[in-house]
């Protein structure tokens, strides 16, 4: 799938799909309320949550200011305790890796477990192509894998559909017949998917967090999947970002915290599994053969630029969560496997201002992402960076270019300010219905009409304050410019 | 206590009333007002718009205009704050003016912070005379919320005005969808905010809905009306600035 789907779509056109789309926009709206409660709620029990934010951050930042160091640290300890680990700079390279890998197994079969990497990378359908059978066996993934359909959040990607369709869609494609009751619809998967468990040859999974000082790779999961996904198949590929590094138990401990609380509202999850290397003599079950495959892909471009803070990101999703525009637009709306705040930014790096039409523009900066990051990331002065950038480098229109130049103008200069609010007012006046509102028939002037097609506007006031102001400071009789000091 | 006041181009613009009402309070409270002839507006629009170097122009304006002064109030929270830290990564290579723009960092405060934290007045109804009797909700800006943690001041100060029945509405610190040029870069966007917050507005049943910051206000406010002229409510919720309700007596 790589990053970016319905390439060629723009976003104007993604957003009007997704705001018809009634059902969707619903269930998110929902799920955020629901998220917001239970997240609030765990973080509200903790006495130092920011201290723990703080602290994250600064490992992060230690981590990524080093990362050679670590990768090497990460890279030797899992060696040693009998890992195979690989470095892939690129996509590309990474494949190469995991078909390698497949090619020496004699595996033809994967189960999987949900991997944001595995997605980036574009997995599936480079080993479907091989010839591969790859299984879905995260609930939500399973789900999209048989309906073809895109993940519309990291952490839930399925947030977009109901039951009823979920329902439908396995009856016509998996022979379903059962209700749409989420536990009927679950139990049919989990014999399903039993058997392709047992079947498998090569079980794929991601990372949440790599222990340099161990070697060990952990997984934070609900379902359990990725714990048959480690044990069952004989050869295990382990996808791991390069920014997946902590450096040791302790910080393990505190990333955890933050994650699962940031990402579901919970303590802990039903799930967390450390493992390390592969099984050894005597040792009932867990694959002989691993393979840990580091993937850069963009990442150290990343942190060598202005959006180094980014490569904080853990994954938990709270940005999205609680993100205005994300609710009404959803996942769909931005097209990218990154979504949300931390999608705008990723997905403009990784893929470039060609790719990505006006995404930074879908923000309203209003910093609730920054605000509910567990990793303390800038999100909303990110994205901002981005449009500076995209300006810069002349992918704003030249008409809009032209009113912002005349903009600066304007605002910088108190006679150009003087006649242009003097001009507008005195357009604006016949305008105007009852009183001072612009409704819907200036709906066809540029720029005015986009505000005032859904919404009134209030014309401009025929005397501005400052002129208010000029004639109460001489009914005061006070002198301008007073209260400045001796400077 | 001599004040330079920065009411913003929007209310220099589209509020004067809100900007007068504001005055008359800080003079009530004894401040002795200016308003530097130069001030115009933060350049907020085009940096959030990604025009940095285009602003520079109005960054240097208005810290000209104010950097003398010892003590600056800002009646809109998120001018306020692009002003203290938006400017600066662009000042990096402007020392004279980075050191201007630092000193009035120090120096500015918003409206409601700057009566009820440094002029210490926490009963409005006691030190103002303030009295309006109606239930008011009240919508947290962003940036005044989160980025800049004023949060009681606003409604401790809209809760000590005689009359005033305070009804929180849900998720006050939602954005409301303005986000400047976003409004009408991404109308289809911001109408859907906009549309949701009306409707939390609506549903408290207050009165009045009072916002610290006049964008928030003007957005609002023209959501609300365009509801009540197509039926899609039957309430009549009157916008009020903070400043607003405190200067009615
Ligand atoms: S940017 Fe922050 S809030 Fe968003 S997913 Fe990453 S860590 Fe979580």
Redo the contacts between chains.
Sequence with gaps: MAILYNEGTTLAERVDACLDDEFAHKAVERAQDVFYDKRNAVIGELPNWEDMRHAARAIRNRVNNNLDYYVAEFARNATAAGAHVHFAPKAEDALCEILDVFEEAHASTCVKSKSMMSEEIGMNEVLEEAGMEVVETDCAEAILQTAKDHPSHIVVPALHLDREAIARMFHDELGYAGSSVPEDITRFLRVHLREKFLAAEVGVRGCNFAVASTGSTTLVTNEGNGRMVDTLPKTQIVLVGIDRIVPDLESLDLMTSLLVRSAVGTKLTSYFTVDCGPAHEGEGDGATDVHIIMIDNGRSDILGSEFSAIERCIRCGACLNICPVYRHITGHGYGSIYPGPMGIVMTSCLEGYDKVDKLPYACSLCSACTSNCPMDIPLHDLIRQHRVNMVAQGYAGPIERRAFVTAGKVLSSRPLYDVATKVAARGMKPLAHNGDSLGPATAWIPVLGAWTRNRDFNRLADERFRDWFKKHEKEEGSAPEKGKDAR | M???FF?G?L???????I??AA?HVLERLGC???????Q??C?Q??????????????I??MVNAYA????VVSLTGSCMFAIQHDYTPYLQDKPALLEKQQRLAGNIYEFSDFIYRVLGVTDASAVLGSKLEASATYHKS??LT??LGIEEAPINLLKSVDGIDYVEMA?A???C????T???????????????KAQTIIDTGADIAVFEDAPCL??V???L??MR?EGETSREVRCMHLAEVLDNR
Aim: aromatic content about 8%; overall charge negative.
């Design positions: 001599q004040i330079a009411p181009c209310v220099d613009m589209f509020y004067p009333g900007g007068i005055v002795d007002i200016t308003v530097p002839e130069k115009i507006c350049g629009p085009l940096l959030n718009s990604g025009y940095a170097p285009e602003t520079m122009p109005i240097e304006q003398d002064y010892d003590c962003c940036h989160r980025l998720f610190e939602r954005c969808g303005f986000g400047g976003f409004s009408v870069k991404e109308p289809e966007i911001s109408c859907e905010m906009v549309h949701e003007l957005n406010q023209g959501e009306t365009r002229d």
